[in-house]
């Protein structure tokens, strides 16, 4: 997978199709896509199973699992025309709109894979982006609690 390298290393992101019987979308090619500012960073919440007594204070926990960890994702969108940035934008949405997909982030030697669901999306379109023939896409979708590769 071709990444780009800069001056913090390799740093590429990419996101699976096979629901759409495609390849794997590289969304930080910086010529289509580019990744923006916010990329993951979700709140991992715990589900607490407690119990009480009307004997003893308080209460206690006998149980924990981890929910669903919501996540915020913005990819930068481009084209070289009005409709070649329209159809990357359509490529990108139908990407994050599957039922299920792997989302993966390499940095340097470093790879994060995460089991995601169905994004919500946002396109913010302004004048000025227009113009430019550029918008940013912004995703909100919940992941598994646990990685299927990397991290903690």
């Known amino acids: 997978m071709s990444g780009v390298n800069g001056d913090?290393?390799?740093?590429?992101?990419?996101?699976?199709?096979?629901e759409l019987g495609l390849p794997v979308l590289n969304i930080n090619d910086h010529i289509n896509y580019q990744l923006a500012d916010q990329v993951l960073g979700g709140t991992q919440s715990w589900n607490k199973q407690m119990?009480?007594?009307p004997y003893v204070d308080g209460e206690v926990m006998v149980n924990r699992s981890r929910g669903q960890v919501q996540e915020q994702f913005q990819v930068q969108v481009r084209g070289g025309s009005q409709s070649e940035m329209q159809q990357n934008i359509a490529t990108l949405i139908q990407a994050f709109s599957q039922f299920a997909y792997q989302l993966t982030i390499e940095m340097e030697d470093a790879t994060y894979t995460y089991q995601c669901d169905t994004a919500d999306y946002t396109v913010d379109w302004t004048n000025v982006r227009m113009m430019a023939k550029q918008a940013l896409v912004?995703?909100?979708f919940t992941r598994s609690p646990k990685l299927i590769n990397g991290g903690w």
């Open 51 to 53: 119990v009480k007594s």
């Open 138 to 140: 912004k995703f909100q």
């Open 8 to 18: 913090f290393g390799i740093f590429v992101a990419t996101i699976t199709r096979t």
